[in-house]
Every structure is written in structure tokens, then in C-alpha cells.
């Protein structure tokens, strides 16, 4: 393991700790609230370095799931943790088709072939709000650990799985309904490695 990838670790450890003391610590002192949520939604990658043609397909669109907690240590400050499931992107190539990845380009010669990506994440944010009318407007920066798992029927390329420790950032509103519930619409972008994917969500909140 690399000396900045022990680091991540480390960091995203510590963070995951921090968060739970300091929900444990809310249950306990009347200075913090809390929320959990969970929210559904779509996604797309954004391929930076790939290209298809002549009949190959690279579809990165698919639905998105997400639930999420947090704990509000000031009235325009939160601290909030997440797990996100990104679906999965789907590369089809039949015969003759061309992939070019980092400017090397593959040609298909056999039967069509399918590959796809799965993927999710854990993440750690902090969180700046603020009220407009029954709207609360927030933006959030902060690290996830991603996992991604990738799988196909070529011959000649093995399934394998990665992971990695990158930033992401999101920003949205939660639209209350009353002092316990809320309604939540969220835009968050995420980077993996040399690409990242957009995420967008409609969920709901409560409040305790």
C-alpha cells in the first residue's frame, strides 16, 4: 500500500470515528440534532478517456440509491456521512466494433461482447446551510471511498475490482414539511480515479 493511499485510509477511519462520537454524543446533550435519510435517483459517468465507434456502445446512465445521516453542530454547519450505490455502466461491443481507451484503440473480432461496471461509495461531508423561507439551502464538500467492481464476457480480459479515496461535492435543498420531516433534492458530482459521475436525488428526511 502507497504512503498517500495509507494516509486516505487513516484520514476516512478517523472521520467515520469523529462522526460516530459525535452522534453518540448528541443522543446525550440537548446541543445537537440529528437527520437520517435516504434518497433515490439516477446517475451518469462521465468518461474521460474513452471513446466508441463503429457499433460499440458505452451506456453510464443508471439509478442511483443513497442513505445518508447527519449531526448539526451549528444552525449553518452539519457533519454528515453517506453510503451511495452508483448502479452499474454497461459496454457493449459487437463484431468490428472499436473501444479506444487512452488513445489505444481495440477492435472486436469475436462474438459481441459485454462488460459492466458496478460501484459505490462511503462518504464523509461537511455541510454549510442556510433557511430561505420552508427551504434549506445547502452545499457540501468532503471524501468518499469508492469500490468498483468490473465484470464482462471477453475472453482474453479477467473480472477485477478496484478502489480508491477520492473527493466529491454536492449541493441541493431540503424542503420542509413539518419540524420532524423534510424533502430532499439533491445534485452531487463524485471523482473516481479519471472519471467521475454525476448524481442526481429526490428522498426524504427526518429530523430528531
Not at 480480459?157 to 478496484?162: M, W
Request: hydrophobic share 45%.
Amino acid at each position: 500500500m502507497s504512503v498517500s493511499k495509507a494516509l486516505f485510509l487513516r484520514c476516512s477511519r478517523l472521520g467515520w470515528i469523529v462522526l460516530a462520537l459525535v452522534f453518540s454524543a448528541q443522543i446525550h446533550a440537548s446541543d445537537y440534532s440529528g437527520y437520517v435519510g435516504l434518497s433515490l435517483g439516477s446517475t451518469e459517468v462521465n468518461f474521460k478517456n474513452v471513446q466508441t465507434a463503429a457499433g460499440a456502445t458505452l451506456d453510464g446512465e443508471d439509478s442511483a440509491f443513497k442513505i445518508f445521516g447527519g449531526v448539526n453542530l451549528h444552525e449553518n454547519f452539519a457533519l454528515e456521512g453517506s453510503y451511495i450505490d452508483f448502479g452499474e455502466a454497461v459496454l457493449t461491443m459487437p463484431f468490428g466494433s472499436v473501444l479506444t481507451v487512452n488513445g489505444v484503440s481495440v477492435v472486436s473480432i469475436g462474438a459481441t461482447g459485454v462488460a459492466k461496471s458496478t460501484a459505490d461509495a462511503l462518504a464523509l461531508a461537511g455541510v454549510v446551510k442556510g433557511d430561505v423561507g420552508i427551504a434549506e439551502f445547502f452545499f457540501k464538500g468532503g471524501m468518499h471511498r469508492w469500490e468498483s467492481e468490473f465484470t464482462s464476457n471477453f475472453s482474453n480480459v479477467a473480472n477485477s475490482s478496484t478502489d480508491g479515496f477520492d473527493l466529491f461535492f454536492g449541493l441541493g435543498a431540503n424542503i420542509e414539511v413539518n419540524d420532524a420531516f423534510a424533502i430532499r433534492l439533491e445534485f452531487e458530482n463524485y471523482t473516481l480515479e479519471n472519471d467521475d459521475i454525476d448524481v442526481m436525488t429526490l428522498g426524504g428526511i427526518y429530523r430528531f
